[in-house]
């Protein structure tokens, strides 16, 4: 199959680091990319006159900025793919680039060849996607209806106007019990900190292409979404909204980035095991013999200190020999067994603890959930483990605990949540972590002897949770 191949015009004043994009792309397989490097903003302008399929561009050009080119570039092609490329993490910046128009935002040594080529790759199909929608005014009812993703049209106000077939698969209302025509899609769909952006957007008359906002599609559910807001070609005073699903992206890159903190744990527990071990048996060891060795009034004198050293050293042992077992892959007697029983069961084991706190359970168990090929007794202990967890965070009168499981894309997933007290951001990023709990009591290894069970079986688990509103455990295991 023939690669084809694109040309990038790369905006930078660093020699050095157009060697190193230009090497990188050059590895890409997927596309083939021609890059021409422009080492100032005049020799920028220059270039301009040419036309390319996407645009590289850095923030700092010598005494101008990025965004000049950007803007540049937007006055003499709309809907050009270009990528603002920074030394520095900053919002700002990326807010500044989005706003301005820019196809997306990469921080320089944060990225490599593949996610280089791919931002291109995306950016170009995007860009060529919005300008055909931009010129192809008459096939706008077609494209309209046949999108696979949901477009809105709304008015200056957010009042929908009209609305795509997809727009009525991805969020919960009956056109027929409900009037579309009264709902105003940025006061009851947008959750309320990217209420003011947009609202600022349909009021100043301009496109902004893939702005992030979270967006409920349903009282109960939320998604996080790229938006595209775009002009209406014929009446300016109509807006596209284009809704681009991204909570399944993100939930891959969760899921894949505790993956490699758990991997990354274990390593640093073995690492640790390893040069703290043989030490420590040779404190024990040694406090063993001074025992042996002390004269008996030295060892009345100095009371029970032997006795505290080999104590506390089998302590350290004991804790080291847990984190290991927490954090390696555990050994698995599979079998297959019905995942709803399983549930079942584990449910049986905290029955009491629900009674005693007079908390709500509410089981919604697909009949159409199979077999899962698990480690039965383990995996019932990941579960009780997330069960009691709830439990514990239920602390009033309407507790309520809810277990689901389903099929989604193939996995058999499960769903515990509880509306109890809810975890705190900056304690939900450390949840899985060795030694971690917020409990008075216990070893803070539970979560992290889950983790590693579910792991082990090659699922994934993640958590959800707001403040005062509870907290749900999502697990995908595969399905025989």
């Not at 036309?51 to 000049?68: H, I, K, M, N, P």
């Not at 168990?365 to 199979?370: D, M, N, P, T, V």
């Amino acid at each position: 199959m023939e690669v084809s191949k694109k040309t990038v015009l790369y905006v930078d004043d660093d020699a050095d680091d157009f060697l190193l994009v230009d090497k990188m792309l050059k590895s890409y397989k997927h596309m083939d990319f021609e890059l021409t490097h422009a080492r100032s903003f005049s020799q920028a302008k220059e270039y301009l006159k040419d036309c390319f399929d996407a645009y590289l561009v850095d923030y700092r050009l010598g005494s101008e900025s990025g965004l000049e080119v950007l803007s540049l570039i937007k006055k003499q092609k709309k809907h050009a793919p270009v990528i603002i490329l920074t030394g520095l993490q900053n919002g700002q910046i990326d807010n500044q680039a989005m706003e301005s128009g820019a196809s997306d935002y990469l921080v320089k040594g944060g990225f490599d060849a593949q996610m280089l080529g791919r931002t291109i790759r995306y950016a170009i199909r995007d860009a060529e996607l919005h300008e055909s929608l931009d010129l192809a005014g008459r096939k706008f009812k077609n494209i309209f209806e046949r999108a696979a993703d949901p477009i809105v049209l709304v008015n200056q106000d957010s009042l929908v106007i009209d609305f795509n077939p997809s727009f009525l698969q991805k969020f919960s209302y009956n056109p027929v019990e409900n009037d579309f025509h009264a709902l105003y899609f940025i006061d009851i769909l947008v959750e309320k900190e990217d209420k003011v952006f947009l609202r600022n957007i349909l009021h100043s008359n301009t496109d902004v292409l893939d702005f992030e906002a979270n967006i409920k599609v349903s009282p109960e559910q939320s998604i996080i979404a790229l938006i595209s807001v775009v002009i209406h070609e014929t009446n300016k005073e109509l807006y596209q909204i284009m809704i681009k699903d991204l909570t399944e992206l993100k939930i891959k890159e969760e899921e894949l980035y505790n993956l490699r903190r758990f991997s990354s744990t274990g390593r640093i527990a073995r690492l640790l095991a390893h040069e703290v071990k043989n030490p420590l048996t040779t404190i024990l060891l040694s406090a063993e013999q001074l025992g042996y060795e002390l004269p008996e009034n030295i060892r009345v004198e100095s009371g029970d200190l032997i006795d505290t050293i080999k104590k506390n050293c089998t302590r350290i042992n004991h804790l080291i020999t847990e984190l290991l077992e927490s954090t390696r892959f555990t050994e698995l007697e599979a079998k297959k067994y019905p995942l709803n029983q399983l549930l079942e069961e584990a449910i049986e084991e905290v029955e009491e603890r629900i009674q005693l706190k007079n908390i709500k359970l509410v089981k919604q168990l697909s009949s159409e959930i199979g077999d899962v090929n698990v480690d039965v007794e383990k995996v019932k202990i990941a579960f009780v483990n997330i069960l009691v967890n709830a439990i514990e965070a239920l602390d009033h009168d309407y507790g309520m605990l809810r277990v689901k499981s389903a099929v989604k894309n193939n996995k058999c997933q499960v769903e515990i949540s509880d509306n109890g007290v809810g975890i705190p951001q900056d304690k939900l990023d450390r949840l899985f972590e060795p030694f971690y709990t917020s409990k008075s009591t216990g070893s803070g290894l539970g979560l992290t002897n889950t983790q590693n069970i579910i792991y082990s079986h090659g699922g994934t688990i993640r958590v959800q949770s707001k403040e005062g509103m509870g907290t749900t455990f999502f697990i995908a295991l595969d399905c025989v």
